[in-house]
C-alpha cells in the first residue's frame, strides 16, 4: 500500500490549493481515503474524508466547512482535497491516509482507525 500526496506549496491568504493523493497497492474503491494535517506545536487533526465506493463526504473542523472540498477519482485511485480562502491557519503538512476498514460505510478522524499514510505535503499560507 503507498500513498502519495503532492500539491503543498506557499500561498497567500485568500489562495487556493488543490492537495492530491495518489494511492496504489490496495481496492481503492473499497475504501474511505481521510484528509489529517499537522500544524507547528500541535496535534494532527482530521480535516476531511471520502468513502470512495459512494461519494459520501466529511468534514470536522468548522473551520474548513465550505471551504475545503474532497473528491475522488477510482479510475485514477486518486483523492483531491480543494482548499480555498486560506488563512495562515491552515498552514499545516496535510497527510492522506486509508481507512483500515474495507467497505466501510462511515467515516472517522479517529487516527487509528487509518493503517496506511502517505509522508505529507507542506502548505504554508502567509499573511
Known amino acids: 500500500v503507498q500513498l502519495v500526496e503532492s500539491g503543498g506549496g506557499l500561498v497567500q491568504a485568500g489562495g487556493s490549493l488543490r492537495l492530491s493523493c495518489a494511492a496504489s497497492?490496495?481496492?481503492?474503491?473499497?475504501?474511505?481515503i481521510g484528509w489529517f494535517r499537522q500544524a507547528p506545536g500541535k496535534e494532527r487533526e482530521g480535516v476531511s474524508c471520502?468513502?470512495?465506493?459512494?461519494?459520501?463526504?466529511?468534514y470536522w473542523p468548522d473551520s474548513v466547512k465550505g471551504r475545503f472540498t474532497v473528491s475522488g477519482d477510482n479510475a485514477k485511485n486518486t483523492v483531491y482535497l480543494q482548499m480555498n480562502s486560506l488563512t495562515p491557519e491552515d498552514t499545516a503538512v496535510y497527510f492522506c491516509a486509508a481507512d483500515s476498514r474495507p467497505r466501510g460505510d462511515y467515516c472517522t478522524d479517529y487516527e487509528r482507525v487509518y493503517s496506511s499514510w502517505g509522508q505529507g505535503t507542506q502548505v504554508t499560507v502567509s499573511s
Open positions: 497497492g490496495f481496492a481503492f474503491a473499497d475504501y474511505a
Open positions: 471520502i468513502i470512495n465506493k459512494s461519494g459520501t463526504t466529511y
